[in-house]
């Protein structure tokens, strides 16, 4: 591998990560605000995660792994395209 393809490599997944952190760091907040609320489940519109780019499943991948290993449910909804959503619930 040349440096400079590893240097593109690092970028990109420091990249991914922060996509990542972002994105978390959004739904912690938005369930955090759902359960001061009443709340117990929370509709998270995925939009730009619904791609076939490698990327952007694992960053999709990636965030539901990491709520379901925080012990949330998620229930994925693919059924329309335009706009699929994950609901994340807890109890």
């Not at 970028?11 to 990560?17: E, L, R, T």
């Not at 995925?46 to 780019?53: A, H, N, Y």
Request: aromatic content about 10%; glycine content about 4%.
């Amino acid at each position: 591998m040349k440096a400079s393809e590893a240097k593109i490599l690092t970028a990109k997944a420091h990249q991914i990560k922060e996509t990542v952190n972002k994105e978390l760091d959004f739904i912690y907040s938005a369930i955090e605000k759902s359960a001061l609320d009443g709340m117990v489940a929370w509709h998270y519109c995925r939009g730009w995660l619904d791609s076939k780019s490698v990327d952007n499943i694992h960053i999709e991948n990636t965030i539901v792994e990491t709520l379901k290993s925080l012990g949330y449910e998620i229930k994925k909804c693919y059924s329309n395209p335009n706009q699929p959503f994950i609901i994340i619930i807890w109890s």
